[in-house]
């Protein structure tokens, strides 16, 4: 059975770090592209930062500089590094994995075929 397994999620206050993981089994990651999408109340769901299956990465303008992506085929694991938190980032944090064509990640969920359960981020003073 495919699982993605997420870890990580907290209160911070602002100007705070975090470092969310995805723990893969079932499946090789390295075979995948790995993206991490949000989804605040009352908000649509938007793609945050990915990493293809090639190692590059694309973030979202609204954390670039601050967020980092990063993966680990020998641990299986992908990490989304969250630096310079501010309360707009607070969402559920969902990682998710696809096989793209041509070694490429973006971010558009529909492009992605499973799922984790998502972990809950809350940044509040």
């Known amino acids: 059975q495919l699982q993605l397994v997420e870890s990580g999620g907290d209160l911070v206050q602002p100007g705070g770090s975090l470092r969310l993981s995805c723990a893969a089994s079932g499946f090789t990651l390295e075979d995948y592209a790995i993206a991490w999408f949000r989804q605040a109340p009352g908000k649509e769901r938007e793609g945050v930062s990915c990493?293809?299956?090639?190692?590059?990465?694309h973030y979202a303008d609204s954390v670039k500089g601050r967020f980092t992506i990063s993966r680990d085929n020998a641990e299986n694991t992908v990490t989304l590094q969250m630096n310079s938190l501010k309360p707009e980032d607070t969402a559920v944090y969902y990682c998710?994995?696809?096989?793209?064509?041509?070694?490429?990640?973006?971010?558009?969920?529909?492009?992605?075929?499973?799922w984790g359960q998502g972990t809950q981020v809350t940044v509040s003073s």
């Open positions: 998710a994995v696809g096989r793209l064509l041509f070694g490429i990640c973006i971010l558009h969920s529909g492009e992605y075929t499973y």
């Open positions: 990493v293809s299956s090639r190692a590059y990465t």
